[in-house]
Protein backbone atom coordinates (compact mmCIF):
# COMPACT_ATOMS: atom_id res chain seq x y z
CA UNK A 1 0.00 0.00 0.00
CA UNK A 2 1.29 3.22 -1.12
CA UNK A 3 1.61 6.26 1.32
CA UNK A 4 2.54 10.17 0.86
CA UNK A 5 4.13 11.83 3.01
CA UNK A 6 4.21 15.44 1.48
CA UNK A 7 1.16 16.10 1.74
CA UNK A 8 0.29 20.07 2.89
CA UNK A 9 -2.97 21.30 4.18
CA UNK A 10 -4.65 23.84 1.68
CA UNK A 11 -8.26 24.76 2.99
CA UNK A 12 -10.94 23.41 5.01
CA UNK A 13 -14.31 23.43 3.28
CA UNK A 14 -17.53 21.75 2.70
CA UNK A 15 -18.08 19.01 0.74
CA UNK A 16 -20.88 17.45 -0.43
CA UNK A 17 -21.38 13.61 -1.19
CA UNK A 18 -23.87 11.05 -1.54
CA UNK A 19 -26.34 13.54 -0.28
CA UNK A 20 -24.39 14.23 2.75
CA UNK A 21 -22.54 17.58 3.81
CA UNK A 22 -19.42 17.43 6.00
CA UNK A 23 -15.95 18.97 6.62
CA UNK A 24 -13.56 18.53 4.75
CA UNK A 25 -9.40 19.01 4.37
CA UNK A 26 -7.88 19.49 1.50
CA UNK A 27 -4.41 19.00 0.20
CA UNK A 28 -1.45 19.49 -2.67
CA UNK A 29 0.92 17.36 -2.87
CA UNK A 30 4.63 17.50 -5.01
CA UNK A 31 3.24 14.27 -6.03
CA UNK A 32 0.27 15.17 -7.80
CA UNK A 33 0.87 18.66 -9.27
CA UNK A 34 -1.95 18.95 -11.79
CA UNK A 35 -4.41 17.57 -8.93
CA UNK A 36 -6.26 20.39 -6.83
CA UNK A 37 -9.26 18.26 -5.22
CA UNK A 38 -7.21 15.64 -3.11
CA UNK A 39 -9.38 15.56 -0.11
CA UNK A 40 -10.45 13.86 3.10
CA UNK A 41 -13.33 14.14 5.89
CA UNK A 42 -12.02 16.10 8.72
CA UNK A 43 -12.87 13.38 11.22
CA UNK A 44 -9.95 11.36 9.52
CA UNK A 45 -7.54 13.79 9.55
CA UNK A 46 -4.76 12.87 12.28
CA UNK A 47 -2.27 16.09 12.96
CA UNK A 48 1.28 14.32 13.98
CA UNK A 49 2.88 17.73 13.48
CA UNK A 50 1.62 21.18 13.68
CA UNK A 51 3.29 23.98 12.03
CA UNK A 52 3.15 27.65 12.13
CA UNK A 53 0.17 28.74 14.09
CA UNK A 54 -0.06 31.43 11.67
CA UNK A 55 -1.27 28.68 9.09
CA UNK A 56 -4.08 27.65 11.49
CA UNK A 57 -7.51 28.41 10.24
CA UNK A 58 -9.12 31.34 11.50
CA UNK A 59 -11.99 29.48 13.28
CA UNK A 60 -9.47 27.53 14.73
CA UNK A 61 -6.42 29.32 15.84
CA UNK A 62 -7.63 28.82 19.71
CA UNK A 63 -7.75 25.24 19.51
CA UNK A 64 -4.65 23.41 21.00
CA UNK A 65 -4.55 21.33 17.84
CA UNK A 66 -5.57 21.81 14.10
CA UNK A 67 -8.46 19.02 14.56
CA UNK A 68 -9.95 18.32 17.88
CA UNK A 69 -10.61 14.73 19.17
CA UNK A 70 -14.82 14.49 18.55
CA UNK A 71 -16.39 13.93 22.14
CA UNK A 72 -18.32 11.04 23.31
CA UNK A 73 -22.41 11.38 22.25
CA UNK A 74 -21.51 14.48 20.14
CA UNK A 75 -21.87 12.51 16.74
CA UNK A 76 -24.92 13.52 14.68
CA UNK A 77 -27.06 10.49 14.32
CA UNK A 78 -28.20 11.27 10.77
CA UNK A 79 -24.87 11.03 9.18
CA UNK A 80 -23.58 7.23 8.74
CA UNK A 81 -20.85 5.93 9.65
CA UNK A 82 -18.46 5.69 6.15
CA UNK A 83 -18.00 2.28 4.88
CA UNK A 84 -14.43 1.96 4.68
CA UNK A 85 -14.71 2.26 8.80
CA UNK A 86 -15.89 -2.25 8.02
CA UNK A 87 -13.10 -2.81 6.02
CA UNK A 88 -10.88 -2.10 9.27
CA UNK A 89 -8.38 -4.89 10.07
CA UNK A 90 -7.17 -4.39 13.94
CA UNK A 91 -4.35 -2.29 12.28
CA UNK A 92 -3.17 0.95 15.18
CA UNK A 93 -4.44 3.30 12.46
CA UNK A 94 -7.53 1.32 11.57
CA UNK A 95 -8.26 1.63 15.16
CA UNK A 96 -7.26 5.09 15.48
CA UNK A 97 -9.33 6.02 12.43
CA UNK A 98 -12.25 4.60 14.92
CA UNK A 99 -11.49 6.03 17.69
CA UNK A 100 -11.31 9.99 16.06
CA UNK A 101 -14.94 8.62 14.74
CA UNK A 102 -16.10 9.26 18.69
CA UNK A 103 -16.61 5.10 18.20
CA UNK A 104 -16.17 2.59 21.40
CA UNK A 105 -13.02 0.65 20.18
CA UNK A 106 -12.01 -2.41 22.71
CA UNK A 107 -8.84 -2.60 21.65
CA UNK A 108 -6.64 -5.09 23.09
CA UNK A 109 -2.86 -3.27 23.35
CA UNK A 110 -5.10 -0.87 25.89
CA UNK A 111 -3.64 -1.72 29.40
CA UNK A 112 -6.62 -2.48 32.03
CA UNK A 113 -7.40 0.68 34.55
CA UNK A 114 -5.97 -1.18 37.21
CA UNK A 115 -2.75 -1.64 35.47
CA UNK A 116 -2.04 2.04 34.20
CA UNK A 117 0.28 3.08 37.35
CA UNK A 118 -0.61 5.81 39.60
CA UNK A 119 1.22 8.20 42.21
CA UNK A 120 0.54 5.62 44.63
CA UNK A 121 1.88 2.55 43.19
CA UNK A 122 4.94 0.73 44.78
CA UNK A 123 8.48 0.77 43.25
CA UNK A 124 10.37 -2.36 42.86
CA UNK A 125 13.82 -3.10 44.06
CA UNK A 126 16.99 -3.87 42.90
CA UNK A 127 15.78 -7.53 42.19
CA UNK A 128 13.04 -6.54 40.52
CA UNK A 129 10.84 -7.54 43.12
CA UNK A 130 8.12 -5.44 44.83
CA UNK A 131 7.61 -5.06 49.05
CA UNK A 132 6.57 -8.16 50.46
CA UNK A 133 7.75 -10.24 47.05
CA UNK A 134 9.94 -13.30 46.76
CA UNK A 135 10.66 -16.11 44.35
CA UNK A 136 9.32 -19.37 44.80
CA UNK A 137 7.07 -22.03 45.29
CA UNK A 138 6.49 -24.52 48.67
CA UNK A 139 4.98 -27.09 46.45
CA UNK A 140 1.72 -27.42 47.61
CA UNK A 141 -1.12 -27.66 45.33
CA UNK A 142 -3.20 -25.07 47.11
CA UNK A 143 -6.56 -25.61 44.97
CA UNK A 144 -6.03 -29.72 45.62
CA UNK A 145 -5.60 -29.05 49.06
CA UNK A 146 -8.85 -28.17 49.31
CA UNK A 147 -10.44 -29.50 46.59
CA UNK A 148 -9.56 -33.23 46.63
CA UNK A 149 -11.72 -34.41 43.18
CA UNK A 150 -12.73 -32.75 39.90
CA UNK A 151 -16.43 -31.86 39.66
CA UNK A 152 -17.99 -32.88 35.72
CA UNK A 153 -20.59 -30.55 34.56
CA UNK A 154 -24.23 -31.51 34.87
CA UNK A 155 -28.12 -30.39 35.40
CA UNK A 156 -29.53 -30.07 38.80
CA UNK A 157 -32.16 -32.33 39.73
CA UNK A 158 -30.16 -35.27 38.20
CA UNK A 159 -31.81 -34.31 34.94
CA UNK A 160 -29.49 -35.64 32.27
CA UNK A 161 -29.30 -34.92 28.14
CA UNK A 162 -28.34 -38.81 27.10
CA UNK A 163 -31.52 -39.92 24.65
CA UNK A 164 -33.02 -36.73 24.34
CA UNK A 165 -33.80 -34.47 21.55
CA UNK A 166 -31.61 -31.25 20.76
CA UNK A 167 -35.60 -29.89 21.45
CA UNK A 168 -36.04 -31.16 24.96
CA UNK A 169 -32.27 -29.76 25.57
CA UNK A 170 -32.94 -26.41 24.41
CA UNK A 171 -35.87 -25.99 26.30
CA UNK A 172 -34.30 -27.43 29.13
CA UNK A 173 -31.69 -24.62 28.56
CA UNK A 174 -34.19 -21.91 27.93
CA UNK A 175 -35.97 -19.35 30.59
CA UNK A 176 -39.80 -20.94 29.60
CA UNK A 177 -40.91 -18.99 32.68
CA UNK A 178 -39.77 -15.76 31.27
CA UNK A 179 -40.56 -16.56 27.37
CA UNK A 180 -44.33 -17.23 28.78
CA UNK A 181 -45.32 -14.76 31.69
CA UNK A 182 -43.19 -11.53 30.08
CA UNK A 183 -42.02 -12.06 26.33
CA UNK A 184 -45.30 -13.74 25.39
CA UNK A 185 -47.50 -11.77 27.79
CA UNK A 186 -46.28 -8.19 26.66
CA UNK A 187 -45.85 -9.12 23.19
CA UNK A 188 -50.14 -10.30 22.95
CA UNK A 189 -50.79 -6.51 24.54
CA UNK A 190 -49.40 -5.29 21.49
CA UNK A 191 -51.10 -7.30 19.26
CA UNK A 192 -54.10 -6.54 20.97
CA UNK A 193 -53.68 -2.98 20.80
CA UNK A 194 -53.07 -3.39 17.02
CA UNK A 195 -56.40 -5.45 16.35
CA UNK A 196 -54.23 -8.71 15.64
CA UNK A 197 -54.48 -11.97 16.67
CA UNK A 198 -52.40 -13.24 19.48
CA UNK A 199 -49.71 -15.16 19.78
CA UNK A 200 -50.07 -18.82 21.63
CA UNK A 201 -47.11 -20.28 23.25
CA UNK A 202 -46.59 -23.10 20.47
CA UNK A 203 -47.13 -20.53 18.10
CA UNK A 204 -43.81 -18.57 20.07
CA UNK A 205 -41.98 -21.57 20.28
CA UNK A 206 -42.25 -22.37 16.38
CA UNK A 207 -41.18 -18.30 15.66
CA UNK A 208 -38.17 -18.76 18.03
CA UNK A 209 -37.40 -22.21 16.20
CA UNK A 210 -37.56 -20.47 12.90
CA UNK A 211 -34.76 -17.55 13.78
CA UNK A 212 -32.11 -20.62 15.12
CA UNK A 213 -33.00 -22.73 11.75
CA UNK A 214 -32.00 -19.00 9.92
CA UNK A 215 -29.20 -18.43 11.88
CA UNK A 216 -27.72 -21.77 11.28
CA UNK A 217 -26.99 -20.76 7.79
CA UNK A 218 -24.49 -18.15 8.48
CA UNK A 219 -24.80 -14.72 6.45
CA UNK A 220 -25.70 -14.13 3.14
CA UNK A 221 -29.09 -14.78 3.04
CA UNK A 222 -32.30 -12.52 4.35
CA UNK A 223 -35.21 -13.25 6.04
CA UNK A 224 -37.43 -12.79 2.81
CA UNK A 225 -35.03 -15.02 0.87
CA UNK A 226 -36.15 -17.95 3.69
CA UNK A 227 -40.21 -16.86 2.57
CA UNK A 228 -39.69 -16.26 -1.31
CA UNK A 229 -42.58 -17.65 -3.11
CA UNK A 230 -40.21 -18.11 -6.14
CA UNK A 231 -38.83 -21.80 -6.75
CA UNK A 232 -35.52 -22.54 -6.31
CA UNK A 233 -33.00 -21.57 -8.67
CA UNK A 234 -29.12 -21.99 -8.05
CA UNK A 235 -28.25 -18.68 -9.15
CA UNK A 236 -31.41 -16.74 -8.77
CA UNK A 237 -32.66 -17.75 -5.55
CA UNK A 238 -29.97 -19.90 -3.83
CA UNK A 239 -31.38 -20.40 -0.29
CA UNK A 240 -31.87 -23.67 0.43
CA UNK A 241 -34.80 -23.55 2.69
CA UNK A 242 -38.29 -22.80 2.37
CA UNK A 243 -40.18 -21.33 5.41
CA UNK A 244 -43.30 -20.12 4.05
CA UNK A 245 -45.52 -23.88 4.75
CA UNK A 246 -44.24 -23.03 8.86
CA UNK A 247 -45.06 -19.04 9.47
CA UNK A 248 -46.60 -16.71 6.50
CA UNK A 249 -43.85 -14.03 6.05
CA UNK A 250 -46.56 -11.52 7.07
CA UNK A 251 -47.58 -13.15 10.43
CA UNK A 252 -43.54 -13.50 10.87
CA UNK A 253 -42.82 -10.27 10.19
CA UNK A 254 -46.26 -8.80 12.47
CA UNK A 255 -44.64 -11.24 15.73
CA UNK A 256 -41.19 -9.47 15.13
CA UNK A 257 -42.50 -5.89 15.21
CA UNK A 258 -44.86 -6.09 17.98
CA UNK A 259 -41.82 -8.52 20.25
CA UNK A 260 -41.21 -7.17 23.55
CA UNK A 261 -38.74 -8.20 26.23
CA UNK A 262 -39.89 -6.71 29.46
CA UNK A 263 -42.89 -6.09 31.58
CA UNK A 264 -40.53 -3.39 33.71
CA UNK A 265 -41.60 0.50 33.60
CA UNK A 266 -39.49 2.32 31.32
CA UNK A 267 -37.32 4.64 34.15
CA UNK A 268 -37.75 7.95 34.34
CA UNK A 269 -33.92 8.76 32.97
CA UNK A 270 -32.88 7.75 29.45
CA UNK A 271 -31.58 3.87 30.10
CA UNK A 272 -31.15 2.65 26.31
CA UNK A 273 -31.02 -1.21 27.24
CA UNK A 274 -34.21 -1.19 29.60
CA UNK A 275 -36.09 -3.42 27.09
CA UNK A 276 -33.30 -6.17 27.92
CA UNK A 277 -31.70 -6.19 30.86
CA UNK A 278 -34.42 -8.67 32.23
CA UNK A 279 -34.41 -10.83 29.56
CA UNK A 280 -30.63 -11.15 30.12
CA UNK A 281 -30.79 -11.45 33.68
CA UNK A 282 -33.74 -14.24 32.91
CA UNK A 283 -31.39 -15.76 30.55
CA UNK A 284 -28.40 -15.53 33.51
CA UNK A 285 -30.43 -16.93 36.15
CA UNK A 286 -32.06 -20.11 34.40
CA UNK A 287 -28.74 -21.61 33.74
CA UNK A 288 -27.51 -21.10 37.37
CA UNK A 289 -30.64 -23.30 38.20
CA UNK A 290 -30.64 -25.25 35.75
CA UNK A 291 -26.56 -26.45 34.63
CA UNK A 292 -23.23 -26.35 36.65
CA UNK A 293 -20.39 -26.48 35.41
CA UNK A 294 -17.32 -28.63 35.32
CA UNK A 295 -13.92 -27.61 37.43
CA UNK A 296 -12.53 -25.43 34.97
CA UNK A 297 -13.96 -22.61 33.13
CA UNK A 298 -12.96 -20.00 30.66
CA UNK A 299 -14.12 -16.32 30.55
CA UNK A 300 -13.58 -14.14 28.01
CA UNK A 301 -15.12 -11.93 25.42
CA UNK A 302 -18.37 -12.84 22.82
CA UNK A 303 -19.22 -10.31 19.71
CA UNK A 304 -23.07 -10.26 18.57
CA UNK A 305 -23.07 -9.24 15.12
CA UNK A 306 -24.71 -5.89 14.31
CA UNK A 307 -23.76 -3.19 11.66
CA UNK A 308 -25.76 -0.54 12.37
CA UNK A 309 -24.55 1.89 15.29
CA UNK A 310 -27.42 3.86 15.48
CA UNK A 311 -30.03 1.19 16.16
CA UNK A 312 -27.32 -0.69 18.67
CA UNK A 313 -26.87 0.73 22.04
CA UNK A 314 -23.50 -0.37 23.49
CA UNK A 315 -22.30 -0.67 19.88
CA UNK A 316 -18.28 -1.83 19.67
CA UNK A 317 -15.59 -2.01 17.49
CA UNK A 318 -13.59 -4.84 19.07
CA UNK A 319 -10.55 -5.02 16.39
CA UNK A 320 -9.41 -9.39 17.67
CA UNK A 321 -12.78 -10.75 16.90
CA UNK A 322 -13.57 -12.17 13.44
CA UNK A 323 -16.88 -10.40 13.92
CA UNK A 324 -15.85 -7.05 15.14
CA UNK A 325 -18.73 -4.81 15.12
CA UNK A 326 -21.98 -4.92 17.23
CA UNK A 327 -22.41 -5.62 21.13
CA UNK A 328 -19.77 -6.94 23.52
CA UNK A 329 -20.55 -9.47 26.05
CA UNK A 330 -18.17 -10.69 28.60
CA UNK A 331 -19.32 -14.69 28.90
CA UNK A 332 -17.80 -17.25 30.80
CA UNK A 333 -18.26 -21.23 29.48
CA UNK A 334 -17.90 -24.34 31.06
CA UNK A 335 -13.97 -26.02 29.95
CA UNK A 336 -15.20 -29.13 29.29
CA UNK A 337 -18.73 -28.80 27.65
CA UNK A 338 -18.18 -25.53 25.66
CA UNK A 339 -21.43 -24.49 27.33
CA UNK A 340 -22.19 -21.04 27.99
CA UNK A 341 -24.16 -20.05 31.27
CA UNK A 342 -23.50 -16.45 32.19
CA UNK A 343 -22.95 -13.69 30.31
CA UNK A 344 -23.23 -9.55 30.97
CA UNK A 345 -23.26 -7.08 28.18
CA UNK A 346 -20.58 -4.37 27.72
CA UNK A 347 -22.67 -1.28 28.25
CA UNK A 348 -19.92 1.74 27.30
CA UNK A 349 -20.63 4.95 27.24
CA UNK A 350 -24.44 4.33 26.87
CA UNK A 351 -24.61 3.09 30.05
CA UNK A 352 -26.62 5.70 32.36
CA UNK A 353 -25.27 7.40 35.05
CA UNK A 354 -28.31 7.24 36.95
CA UNK A 355 -27.77 3.28 37.74
CA UNK A 356 -24.46 4.15 39.30
CA UNK A 357 -22.02 1.67 39.61
CA UNK A 358 -21.71 -2.18 38.93
CA UNK A 359 -22.02 -4.27 41.80
CA UNK A 360 -18.69 -4.78 43.56
CA UNK A 361 -16.91 -2.31 40.91
CA UNK A 362 -16.79 0.46 44.04
CA UNK A 363 -14.44 -2.12 46.16
CA UNK A 364 -12.30 -4.16 43.73
CA UNK A 365 -12.43 -1.81 40.50
CA UNK A 366 -13.79 -2.45 36.79
CA UNK A 367 -11.78 -6.03 36.04
CA UNK A 368 -12.36 -7.23 39.63
CA UNK A 369 -16.05 -6.07 39.53
CA UNK A 370 -16.77 -7.97 36.55
CA UNK A 371 -15.07 -10.98 37.40
CA UNK A 372 -16.83 -11.40 40.85
CA UNK A 373 -20.25 -10.60 38.53
CA UNK A 374 -20.04 -13.25 36.21
CA UNK A 375 -18.52 -16.12 38.91
CA UNK A 376 -20.95 -14.94 41.54
CA UNK A 377 -22.84 -18.49 41.49
CA UNK A 378 -19.12 -19.99 41.95
CA UNK A 379 -18.36 -18.88 45.09
CA UNK A 380 -16.69 -21.24 47.48
CA UNK A 381 -17.02 -23.90 45.00
CA UNK A 382 -13.11 -23.97 44.38
CA UNK A 383 -13.90 -24.19 40.38
CA UNK A 384 -10.81 -23.07 38.81
CA UNK A 385 -11.31 -19.93 35.76
CA UNK A 386 -8.66 -19.44 33.19
CA UNK A 387 -7.88 -15.84 32.01
CA UNK A 388 -6.80 -14.41 29.25
CA UNK A 389 -4.15 -11.72 29.53
CA UNK A 390 -7.04 -8.71 29.21
CA UNK A 391 -8.05 -9.76 32.73
CA UNK A 392 -4.73 -9.77 34.27
CA UNK A 393 -5.65 -7.65 37.26
CA UNK A 394 -3.80 -9.57 40.23
CA UNK A 395 -5.94 -7.87 42.86
CA UNK A 396 -9.12 -8.95 40.69
CA UNK A 397 -7.51 -12.24 40.74
CA UNK A 398 -6.94 -11.90 44.53
CA UNK A 399 -10.49 -11.16 45.44
CA UNK A 400 -11.50 -14.05 43.10
CA UNK A 401 -9.05 -16.66 45.47
CA UNK A 402 -11.16 -14.93 48.60
CA UNK A 403 -14.17 -15.67 47.48
CA UNK A 404 -13.27 -19.47 46.99
CA UNK A 405 -12.25 -19.39 43.49
CA UNK A 406 -8.79 -19.90 41.66
CA UNK A 407 -7.77 -18.26 38.20
CA UNK A 408 -5.17 -17.90 35.85
CA UNK A 409 -4.19 -15.51 33.49
CA UNK A 410 -1.47 -14.93 30.52
CA UNK A 411 0.84 -12.22 31.68
CA UNK A 412 1.29 -9.39 29.16
CA UNK A 413 2.65 -6.26 28.45
CA UNK A 414 0.33 -3.88 27.81
CA UNK A 415 2.49 -0.38 27.52
CA UNK A 416 3.06 -1.56 31.29
CA UNK A 417 3.34 -4.92 32.88
CA UNK A 418 0.46 -5.85 35.44
CA UNK A 419 0.61 -3.66 38.62
CA UNK A 420 2.70 -5.70 41.02
CA UNK A 421 3.48 -8.14 38.64
CA UNK A 422 7.64 -8.62 37.83
CA UNK A 423 7.44 -8.78 34.66
CA UNK A 424 10.66 -7.45 33.54
CA UNK A 425 12.34 -10.49 35.68
Known sequence: QDR???????????VTRKGHSYPAIFFSSESFPDESSLYTCARYAVVKEEGDPIGFFAAEREETSLLPAVEAGALNNAVPIECSVFFATGTAEDILCVQNLGLDVDDDNVPAPENIPTADTPVPTSQGLYPGQSWGWDGVDRRRAIVHSDNNAGFHNSWSPVKKGWVKIFLKLFMLDWLNDVCLAQTNKGMEAQGLQTVSFG????????????????CGFTVDDFFSTREYDERDNPCPVNLIKNMHKSRFKTITRELRFTDCKKPAFEDKFWEVRQMIEAWCSNMAAVFHCAWV???????????????????????????PFGNEYHSACCGITGIMYVIELVEGKD???????????????????????????????GRYVVLDSGFCVLKAILALREKGIFAGALVKKRRYWPTLIPGEK
Not at 299 to 307: G, K, N, Q
Open 4 to 14: LDNLIVTKKEQ
Open 203 to 218: EMLRYIGLWVLMASFG
Open 297 to 323: LCLDESMSIWHNRWTCPGWVYCPRKPH
Open 351 to 381: RPQERGSPEFEAEFGKTGGLLLRMLKSLFTT
